[in-house]
Every structure is written in C-alpha cells, then in structure tokens.
C-alpha cells in the first residue's frame, strides 16, 4: 500500500507529529506503525507523568521553545479533551548552602524562559509547602502538573483515526529499502510504501535512521529509571512534587518525589546502564546490544567521565538502604518499609562519539524522511510542540 506519510513509533511524540501532519494535510494517506500490541508501551508509558514547567533548559533551545509551546499546548489539548490533570506544582529544593548558586542559576533561567510565577521559598516558608521536606532554600513552580500520558497517547491515536489515519500495531519494522520518491518500510507483519518517513521510533530510532541509509554520529545509550512508591499510609509525607537541584553536569534530575495523577506518590528514579534497550529488569540482558554499547566511543568517553557517579547509581539499584538514604536528603522521615517497588523506565540518551550526553533535542530533516534522533524529557510534556514542528517539516505542499 502507498502513503503519503508513514510514522514508525507509537509513543507520545509519534501519535502527536501524525495528529498535527494530519491536521495540517488534510485527506492524507497516513499510517502508523508500532511494534507492540498498544500505544505508548515503552518511554511514553513508563515515564513519571509530570507536566514540565521549562525552568531547567537553556533559553533558546529547542527543549526549552518546545516546552513552553508544549504545555500550553498540552494544557489545552487536556482540557478540550476532558483528560484527568493537575497543575499541582512542584518545590526544587536545596539542601544545603552549597546548593544554593545552582538553585538561583535555574531561578534566573526560569525568568528568563518567561516563568515569571515562580518564587524563592526560604527555610521556614518550606514547611508551609511541604511539612516533612528538608532544605535551606527552595524555588516553588506553581506550573508544573501530573497526568497520565498513556491516556493522552490512546487519546491522540483515536484521532488519528477518526481523521482518516491507520495505525498497524504489531507490525515491527525489519528493513527499509529505498524507492522512488520514498521509501518502502517491511514490518513482520505489513509492508507499506511511503512518500514521507517519519521516524519517531524512541530507543530504536538509530537503528530506525540507517535502515533508512542515514549515517548518524549518534548512537542510543539507555539508561534505566527505577523507582519505588510510598506505601499508601505514607503518602502523607508529600503534598506536591519535590526535586533536588540537579547536578549541572550529568543530564538527569536526581531522585525525587512525584505525586501521580492515580494518587500514588512515586520516589525516584536513579539512572543506570541498562544492558537491554528496553531492559527494565535488572536481569535483562541483550549482549549484542550491550556491547554495541560499550564499545561505541563515545560511552567510552563518557564512562571514563562519570564513572563514579555511574557506581554510585548502580549501587542505590542494588542496595535498597542507599536509595532510601538518598530518598532521606529530602524527606527524613522516608524509611525503608516505606518503599515498595515499582515499575522502572529506560530513557534513550543519545551520545555523540566523542561522549557528548546530548541535551537537546536532535531532529534531522531529508529529503523523504525526518528523523527525531533525541528526545529525553520534557518530550511528552513538549510533544504537542514537537509533533507540531515535524509536520511542518514533513508536509511539503
């Protein structure tokens, strides 16, 4: 079968470019293509479900232009939509006063992204927000929310629909051969022709991209999020969502407190090599893909950089005790019993080869094809944005 447009990944921001491609062409011959069985089955659905506010990306950036646009976007989406949020907002706390420069470093950058709601919450004012949370200094973030963004991802699939779209689920793609004026994408189980490939397909979309024939200077490194929820008798102890102050030179948050749109209250997640793109057992192996890993230069490099950190993080996997003690540095009072564990996430990361931790967002545009080659969150908070923004590129008319 022919079509116009043919997105590979039924996540978050594959649904989102094929909802806005649609939109924007009208009568279009689209399909979408997911391997497994549902929407959102693997970053979409295993991530955190919070609404980013923006206040942590550089001003400029396609992370931080996509987010602002995108939570309004979201924000709307939701509410036209009649699904279930809360901008319930969030503190980043410090704990001590060596914390404090990077805390007024993401002040200032949230001011600069037009955050202009957010405000400096001192020692004592802390305990107004949050009674058990531990910290010398805060910056509350009235705009940040909780959602599920599997509903929003059956959601969008649904109109894709009802706007003439297909979508072929357990149909994983094999090979792409290049035809004219497009290309013909080979799932196990339906082959289809395309004018326009869009690839959206999260931690295999490197793999996606030189099946197409891109030569890319980025590979996917996934990293596993694991979590723990407080027992339902303890979610007393968080009212809101609570963040440290990230470390500057590693690209993920650090353990937190987020209170999720069910009512559960979910703490972490540390990030840790996973030895499986989509491993979210400790046990998950896939030795090809770990070697390729490990021996792709550029986690070399980056291994050599973070390698205690990198420890660190495995340690807290295996040892309960540690990751409550890093749970403690914020709310004292979390004890082990507490913690009851949870579903973990891999997040793609893509690494460049020279060990660069790509930041931003990485979209490459071809002829026949757009490649979405990085989006760690805040994509599903920026997808509307995003998926906005790949239509724009894919519909030449």
């Not at 289809?192 to 869009?198: E, K, Q, R, S």
């Not at 929820?229 to 979610?235: A, F, G, H, Q, S």
Request: aromatic share 10%; with cysteine; proline share 4%.
């Amino acid at each position: 079968m022919k079509y116009d447009y043919v997105v590979i990944g039924g996540g978050i921001v594959g649904l989102a470019s094929a909802y806005h491609i649609l939109k924007k062409h009208t009568g279009a011959k689209l399909a979408v293509m997911e391997k497994e069985s549902a929407v959102a089955a693997h970053q979409t659905g295993h991530n955190s479900g919070v609404i980013h506010s923006g206040i942590y990306y550089k001003p400029g950036s396609l992370k931080a232009i996509n987010c602002l646009n995108g939570y309004k976007m979201m924000v709307d989406f939701c509410t036209e939509h009649q699904i279930p949020f809360e901008l319930c907002g969030k503190l980043i706390v410090a704990i001590n006063e060596n914390e404090i420069p990077e805390l007024d470093k993401l002040y200032q950058r949230g001011h600069e992204n037009g955050l202009t709601k957010i405000t400096y919450v001192n020692q004592e004012q802390i305990k107004d927000y949050e009674p058990h949370l531990n910290g010398v200094k805060a910056i509350h973030v009235p705009y940040t929310g909780i959602i599920d963004y599997t509903v929003v991802c059956e959601r969008l699939a649904d109109l894709v629909v009802e706007m003439g779209g297909e979508i072929y689920y357990n149909n994983k793609v094999e090979d792409i051969e290049n035809i004219r004026n497009g290309y013909r994408i080979v799932g196990v189980n339906k082959s289809v022709d395309a004018n326009m490939l869009v690839n959206c397909a999260g931690l295999y979309c490197d793999k996606i991209a030189e099946l197409a024939g891109e030569k890319i200077d980025t590979k996917i490194i996934p990293f596993r999020g694991e979590y723990y929820m407080l027992r339902p008798e303890k979610r007393y102890l968080v009212k809101h969502l609570i963040y440290p102050v990230p470390d500057p030179n590693f690209p993920f948050l650090g353990v937190h407190f987020t209170r999720m749109i069910n009512g559960d209250v979910e703490a972490g997640p540390n990030a840790v090599f996973a030895f499986k793109r989509e491993g979210y057992e400790k046990s998950d192996v896939d030795f090809g893909e770990m070697f390729e890993s490990l021996l792709w230069p550029g986690f070399q490099q980056v291994a050599k950089k973070y390698w205690k950190t990198g420890i660190g993080e495995f340690y807290r996997s295996f040892s309960k005790s540690a990751f409550t003690k890093a749970l403690q540095r914020l709310i004292p009072e979390v004890q082990e019993d507490d913690l009851i564990p949870a579903e973990a996430g891999v997040r793609a990361q893509a690494c460049d080869k020279t060990g660069g931790l790509l930041d931003d967002f990485k979209i490459i545009e071809h002829q026949h094809a757009v490649h979405v080659l990085n989006a760690p969150s805040p994509a599903a908070t920026s997808s509307l944005s995003i998926g906005e923004t790949i239509a724009k590129l894919a519909v030449k008319m």
